[in-house]
């Protein structure tokens, strides 16, 4: 089955089968949630940086920007796992 035809993707040389279509989708699925850890995490350092002055918004700000960064790491381990998983699995 070609996922690429049926779904009306352009192909090129490389992503001709199931596995290239899921590798690809798996870096697209990766870049947008690292987006969107990154909006976080700026607009949380913006509003934290901007509100030093109430002592409860700058902690749940403070809040935010940690968990963005928990987040952002829980992401990159996850991309490094599966990666590591795709090289094993090539042999």
């Given at each position: 089955m070609n996922v690429y035809k049926t779904l009306?993707?352009?192909?090129?040389?490389?992503?001709?089968?199931l596995k290239s279509f899921s590798q690809d989708a798996f870096s697209w699925a990766t870049m947008f949630i690292g987006f969107v850890v990154f909006v976080t995490i700026t607009y949380s350092w913006?509003?934290?940086?901007?509100?030093?002055?109430?002592?409860?918004?700058?902690?749940?700000?403070?809040?935010?920007l940690i968990y963005s960064i928990i987040g952002l790491l829980l992401v990159g381990g996850a991309y490094g796992i599966i990666r590591f998983i795709q090289l094993i699995a090539q042999g």
């Open positions: 009306w993707i352009k192909q090129t040389e490389h992503n001709t089968d913006f509003l934290m940086i901007t509100g030093w002055a109430d002592e409860k918004q700058f902690e749940n700000w403070k809040k935010w």
